[in-house]
């Protein structure tokens, strides 16, 4: 699962420009009152939704493989194992997707440069019977596990220069839904927008000077859904407020302006 780079923080008065370490320094050690681990109900995250979700990455990679001609179950172990062809663009992704098949499911040994099958059983489900089992067993994490699922078919076409990633997720809103109930609904998410609330809130109290605005830089802000939870709170505060949204991707930028409900459009350039 990917994170994200979210909501760079400056309060900008005309006369300062930063805000000084003694200000930020309470409000870190403050213990957060709005949303913990296990108020979110993740807490078992490591130890039991990791490993599955993990297991559901291996096959759909293994999948993959398979159809780029390099299908993992037929090397015997100690056979030496191809590199898959793909767009150069993708070096760093292919090189941890071979990562990923030797330190976490130890399908493949390598050693520098040189790949081989190890004695590890090939799995024995599918991508499709995973995503099953995670969907019963995890209902909480239906829209990553779904997710997950959904973006791994399509990998494949993405190495191979077929199809843009970012197309995948955003061609239309059929694909743009999942990720934007992903970002917006799911709990290991909702519990950061909460903590960034509740932090943006106690640091307004505490420094609030009339004469500048509050700029909030977001990067990477995809889809929207952390400026559809963040956006309707800041206009909640009652003060002048500057919020740029930024993305690599155009189209992205112009659909979550879209999201964005129209009564908050005058506050926000």
Known sequence: MVLRMIAVLALVPPASGLIHESILQPLYRREVRLSTIVDYKIANFVDVILAKSTQLCVALVVEAFDKLGCPINAFVTGQEVQRITYQSWHEKLVDYLYKLQDKEARLLNIEE?????????????????????????????????????????????????????????????????????????????????????????????????????????????????????????????????????????????????????????????
């Open 113 to 269: 440069s040189r790949i081989t099958r190890s004695a590890i059983a090939y799995p024995t489900e599918s991508s499709d019977a995973l995503l099953q089992n995670l969907l019963r067993d995890h209902p909480k994490w239906t829209f990553a596990s779904n997710l997950t699922h959904f973006a791994g078919k399509h990998l494949s076409e993405v190495l191979t220069g077929k199809i843009d990633g970012i197309i995948v997720i955003s061609a239309n809103r059929q694909r743009r839904d999942p990720v934007s109930e992903f970002y917006c609904e799911h709990s290991f998410n909702k519990m950061p927008y909460h903590q960034m609330q509740d932090f943006i809130g106690r640091l307004v109290s505490l420094i609030w000077m009339e004469d500048g605005p509050l700029k909030i830089l977001e990067m990477g802000a995809g889809t929207g859904g952390t400026t559809c939870v963040l956006v309707p709170f800041l206009a909640s505060l009652g003060i002048p407020l500057e919020y740029t949204f930024t993305d690599i991707s155009p189209s992205m930028v112009a659909q979550a302006k879209k999201e964005v409900p129209i009564s908050l459009h005058e506050n926000f350039p």
